[in-house]
């Protein structure tokens, strides 16, 4: 099996399929079929992420969100690390870059990148929580759709606004943590990811 998958932009979807791009409508991704050469469609193939943050074990957890589109609610979700995860401390020399173990469990968003492992069991527990193209952030991470009008649905108000993950008030102490579901996975557990944040 060595079809790749492609991060096409919506606006650049014509030109990818005019060079040979095929739809693979369950995991909603484009790829160069076996056979093609891959140099046409480089400025699609994801740059691979070295992670940034991982954990022997890790869950898919859910709530709730109204959908910006449709207006209906929808589920959403995340992945939760558990106490005991580390996350890479970047310093200014490469080589004095260390792991550093947290103590609480944390909520990872904009990640852009997982290993296989992780992609299936992400698909198989919230298939509407997968990677695509941010016009926000111009650039792809996993995000959530709504299961009613397959809308995107961002991170940044997925996990900010009052009634969903967490609220971010004037102060911590506002914080206010809806998990409905709690799915945990029995595996290792690394991606990179733009952000995460403490859950008490
Ligand atoms: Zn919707």
């Not at 296989?116 to 650039?139: G, K």
């Not at 009634?163 to 029995?186: A, M, Q």
Request: charge should be negative.
């Amino acid at each position: 099996m060595s079809e790749i998958e492609l991060q096409v932009p919506f606006t650049e979807k014509d030109e990818a399929k005019r060079l040979g791009a095929r739809w693979d409508s369950s995991r909603k991704t484009w790829y160069i079929p076996e056979g093609l050469e891959r140099l046409a469609f480089a400025r699609w193939i994801p740059t691979p992420q070295s992670p940034n943050i991982r954990a022997k074990g890790w869950s898919v957890a859910g709530s709730r969100r109204e959908c910006w589109r449709c207006k209906r609610v929808s589920r959403v979700f995340a992945v939760v690390l558990p106490p005991g995860y580390e996350a890479l401390r970047v310093e200014d020399d490469p080589s004095d870059d260390y792991w550093e173990g947290g103590e609480d469990l944390v909520l990872l968003s904009y990640v852009d990148d997982v290993p296989r492992s992780v992609a299936a069991q992400l698909h198989r527990l919230a298939p509407r929580y997968r990677i695509d193209y941010s016009q926000t952030t111009h650039s792809f991470y996993w995000m959530n759709h709504c299961e009613q009008c397959e809308a995107k649905l961002g991170d940044y108000e997925t996990l900010q606004e009052p009634g969903t993950f967490y609220v971010l008030g004037t102060g911590l102490n506002e914080r206010k943590v809806i998990i409905d579901s709690f799915h945990p996975v029995g595996e290792a557990f690394s991606a990179h990811c733009g952000a995460y944040a403490n859950l008490e």
